[in-house]
């Protein structure tokens, strides 16, 4: 079992930036892929990134167009979402997710956190 808790969300005027954290606590950390999501109301849950168990590889949406990146510290059981040049349409709930198998959807993730909600204002 693990726990995941993200904090770091709020309300951040348009072009502005946010980090994201996610703490992991219970099983080993360093056994599980960490990914990003978010989704808005009415919206199916979005893939944003991932990053591989050691942190040595990345891969993100095609959509982020390079302005979200994502790193982790195994030392602190966290990852980060490092949100840049924030819009109003990434409005949404953060979640983080954590799964043995590395993964582009949310299926493939065993475990989530509750969300953490960014608000970008114009």
Partial sequence: QV???ESGGGLVQ????????CV?????FT??????FRQSPGQEREFLGIITTSGGLT???????????????NA???????MNILKVDDTAVYYCAAGVAAGLT???YDYWGQG???????
Wanted: glycine residues 10%; proline residues 0%.
């Fill in 31 to 36: 056994r599980y892929h960490m990914g990003w």
């Fill in 76 to 82: 602190k059981n966290t990852v980060y979402l490092q």
């Fill in 59 to 73: 891969h993100y949406a095609d959509s982020l167009n390079g302005r979200f990146t994502i790193s982790r510290d």
């Fill in 24 to 28: 992991a606590s219970g099983q080993s």
């Fill in 14 to 21: 348009a072009g502005g930036s946010l980090r994201l954290s």
């Fill in 116 to 122: 953490t909600q960014v608000t970008v204002s114009s």
């Fill in 3 to 5: 726990l995941l808790i």
């Fill in 106 to 108: 949310a299926a493939t």
